[in-house]
């Protein structure tokens, strides 16, 4: 016996077979396809696994809710969903099939994707940065597609991230996407969607969006794939809202430091400070600074060599803020960095990650941040290039609040012996050094 919609009009919007009400949703019955069981229900749709007949092939079928069926608003958001992504083809957009109406019920088919979610996968923590850049490029190559094809999708979440038997990453649920090439309206409505755990700071103020929107909700996912959380956490909507509008981009761990340039970009408040598209954040990714399997490669030929050299330094670098003392602002920090270098090189892959954590600690701290702190375990064949490193630091691009505050160095050598005791005061154009031996 075939399902029918009550009158359209009616304020029950209750679907009934035979003029009784239908309790039982998988009594639904779409031509072509066998409903076998229920993989899930968000606030739009249920979404079932189903066999497709003419293919013999196990599909998904998303329907959408029937009382929101009887709306036409809802029903012409659900069919844009399914031609928006019926006429996206890419590796990393989960293809759909067929799209259809049925006595009243709005359904579109997909593939059946049986690797699970990313938010499942995040559960259990953090992933391993191989994983995690591995998943960054597969959904930036996705993002980059679809802006191309001048669609914005506008929930990009974990939740929204699924995985083939493979192990490829699928971008799913493009039912608030909009094609701003041809619904301009679309852009410019009032309307808040999306996840406020991952949507931009212009999505939080109802403004007009850009392919840079998703990648800001992209850097979010991409900081809690390599953090084990998201970037911020707040207790509603409306203090989630402030936390991206307002807080500053949070910092990764020290060993995962070497991403946080990257984050800082995707995070950025401002759209014109993101990267222009997914391919231009793939290349970011291409340039990283090497990681800490960098060093783990035979170094000593980079080593000065000499009588009595003493064993080759394992490279290392911490960083740890301290309290100086209060004022009427609340707390005074202090910056505290420590490394270990062998050679000059394996220096160098460290500053990268110092000018990082010092620009997201002044962002962070601003007036509040009084003094830097570097101490440097060094072969002492390479102090003298390392002094003159951090001398210039302050003349580097991006650090220049450190001209106006107290800088504190101490060079050791590997033996542990002393080579050199820096210190200048806050004065920009100071060049007095404080030495001791």
Known sequence: MPCTVNNPNSSTGIL????RPI?????????????TSRLGKGGMSHVFLATQHSFERQVAIKI??????????????????ARTVASLNHPHIVPVYDVGEHQGYYYLTMEHVTGGSLKQRLADGALDESNAQNILRQLAGALNYAGEHGFIHRDVKPDNVLFRADGSALLVDFGIASNVLRDTSVTQSNAIMGTPKYMSPEQHRSQPLTPQSDLYSLGCVFYEMLAGKPPFSAPDARSMSLAHLRDPVPLLPVALRRYQPLIRQ?????PADRPESGSALIAQLDNLEPGPGHYSADRSRYRPQEQGTTTPLAP???????????????????Y??????????????????MRSALMDW???????????????????????????????????????????IPMAINLVGSDGDPIEKLAWGPMENSTTDTQQP
């Open 16 to 19: 009934r077979r035979s003029g």
């Open 23 to 35: 309790k039982n949703i998988m009594a639904i019955s779409i031509p072509g396809y066998r409903l």
């Open 64 to 81: 959408l809710t029937p009382t929101l069926a009887l709306e036409p608003r809802f029903a012409e958001r659900f069919m844009q969903e």
């Open 266 to 270: 995707l995070l950025a408040k401002d």
């Open 316 to 334: 290392r670098l911490r960083l740890k803020e301290s309290k100086l003392g209060l004022s009427w602002r609340g707390n005074l920090y202090q």
């Open 336 to 353: 505290d960095i420590y490394l270990v270098a062998d050679d000059f090189e394996q220096f160098q892959a460290h500053f990268p990650v």
């Open 362 to 404: 002044f962002q962070q701290r601003g007036a509040r941040g009084k003094a830097v702190s570097i101490k440097a375990t060094l072969h002492p064949w390479i102090s003298g290039r390392v002094k003159q490193y951090l001398k210039e630091l302050r003349r580097t691009e991006g650090l220049e609040f450190l001209a106006r």
